[in-house]
């Protein structure tokens, strides 16, 4: 009988993946008592919410090849490590520059996480799985950790305030440090839980380069070459913008101007992530679904192109007609099509460069931290100069109409399949 251990693994990623997105998603739900404290605006907040990405930016992009040299299981026990620590020494936040500084080291020490899923996924999982695979990952990674946040944060909030908060979600991550040491390998094929028949289901959905545990050397060429990860790199920062628009002001534009209190923002934050939550399963399985029926990375692109623009088109009711319940309504609908995008882009990653799926998966992401460096602030300014978040829902909506469309039109079908691979596991030529 064939072991299933590879879902063990998928558990514990989709975990850690909650973890890291609740880490750093709490300075949004903790913004009125942060910024009474150490005395800081909303042009400020939205510096603070920058100050994240740029770190993050680096390592994400860096992470990548670091990630595909050393493997998966010592980079990561590592950037957790050091997250959580970070996460902790957030609650001696005193100042501004204080602030700004911890939320520079914690997108440091989590960037590589998503190139250390992509590579993770690509060694563990066969080609036709990845879509589900990846879909539960970042649907419960993302979205449902930012569903949860809100609740259960606000609450951690109220009883032992922000510092406590902080210490509390940091001790979370080094449990599952432990954990994870004792749990996972950079390859199946060195785990004792997990018997030959698994090996050789896991082995017919790879190529041969899916079943190396490191790589010597980073081919820089094959990456910048690729016109798809480009377009794809483009898609990821135009729905980045929205998603960390989002993300670090959702719970200040519900108390700023429906004028909530700290429970209330709590509650209506649920919303829009659980949308995102169904969101980002259900465009796990279209991707696997749609490939089976038309293999090539244009099905891909058909979906993610499709999904951004009903995205950004989600949002124009918001400009249209201001009241709480279009806000929560639309804004809900832009995050639910949106994370149907949320596991594509690393499915393409592992299809774009199977034998250094963590270095494409940096630089799509790369270009999604970027958007994290921009949207706050962007935010922020618009907000603080206009007394109105309305004209930072048209720069999502422009985004948005500017990737779906190269998404679609610009994108190319061009692949290969190597000898003795499976229809569901395709490498993608430069173009």
């Known amino acids: 009988m064939r072991t299933k251990y590879r879902w063990v693994i998928v558990a514990f990623v989709a975990f850690i993946t909650l973890i890291n997105y609740l880490d750093r998603s709490a300075v949004g739900y903790a913004t009125a008592p942060i910024t009474q404290a150490l005395h800081i605006n909303n042009a400020g907040w939205g510096l603070i919410g920058g100050a994240f990405s740029i770190g993050y930016l680096l390592l994400a992009f860096l992470g990548g090849p670091i990630v595909d040299r050393f493997g ?22 005193a100042s501004f520059a204080g602030l700004f500084i911890i939320r520079v080291l914690l997108g440091v020490s989590e960037g590589p996480a998503f190139p250390s899923v992509t590579r993770a996924m690509s060694r563990w999982l066969p080609g036709h799985e990845r879509g589900k695979a990846l879909g539960w990952i970042v649907g419960v990674g993302v979205p449902f950790s ?103 002001w959702l719970p200040g534009y519900l108390g700023q101007v429906y004028h909530l209190n700290l429970a209330a923002v ?49 949002l124009i009711p918001i400009i249209a007609s201001p009241t709480l ?25 592992i299809d774009a460069a199977p034998e250094q799926p963590a270095a494409a998966a940096g630089f799509v992401d790369a270009a999604f931290a970027l958007s994290g460096i921009v949207a706050p ?55």
């Not at 299981?73 to 001696?92: E, G, L, Q």
């Not at 028949?197 to 190529?207: F, L, T």
């Not at 980002?280 to 499709?306: E, Q």
């Open 325 to 349: 319940g279009t806000s929560i309504t639309f804004i809900s609908l832009g995050i639910g099509f949106g994370m149907v995008t949320g596991p594509l882009w690393w499915v393409v990653s």
């Open 72 to 93: 998966v299981k010592r980079v990561w026990t590592s950037a957790a490590t050091v997250w959580s620590i970070v996460t902790i020494i957030t609650a001696a936040a």
């Open 146 to 248: 930012l569903m949860i946040g809100g609740p259960v944060i606000t609450a951690l909030l109220g009883g032992v305030g922000w510092h406590g908060t902080f210490i509390i979600l940091g001790a979370v991550g080094l449990l599952w440090v432990l954990l994870w040491i004792g749990v996972f390998k950079d390859l199946p094929q060195q785990h004792k839980r997990v018997n030959q028949a698994e090996v050789a289901y896991i082995e017919a959905g790879q190529i041969a380069e899916e079943q190396e545990a490191h790589l010597q050397k980073t081919e820089w060429g094959r990456i910048f070459k690729n016109g798809n990860l480009w377009w794809s790199a483009f898609g990821y920062f135009a729905w980045g913008f929205m998603f960390w628009a989002f993300m670090f």
């Open 377 to 431: 602030p962007v935010m922020g300014f618009i907000s603080q100069a206009t007394g109105s978040f309305s004209s930072g829902f048209v720069v999502m909506i422009v985004l948005a109409l500017l990737s779906g469309v190269g998404l679609l039109l610009f994108t190319r079908n061009r692949s290969r399949v190597s000898s003795g691979q499976s229809d569901s596991s395709t490498q993608i030529d430069a173009v």
């Open 266 to 314: 709590g509650a209506f934050s649920i919303v829009p992530w659980a949308a995102g939550t169904v969101g980002a399963i259900v465009g796990g399985y279209l991707v696997d679904v749609f490939y089976k029926k038309r293999a090539g990375i244009r099905s891909r692109f058909i979906t993610m192109g499709i999904a951004i623009l009903l995205a950004g088109a989600s």
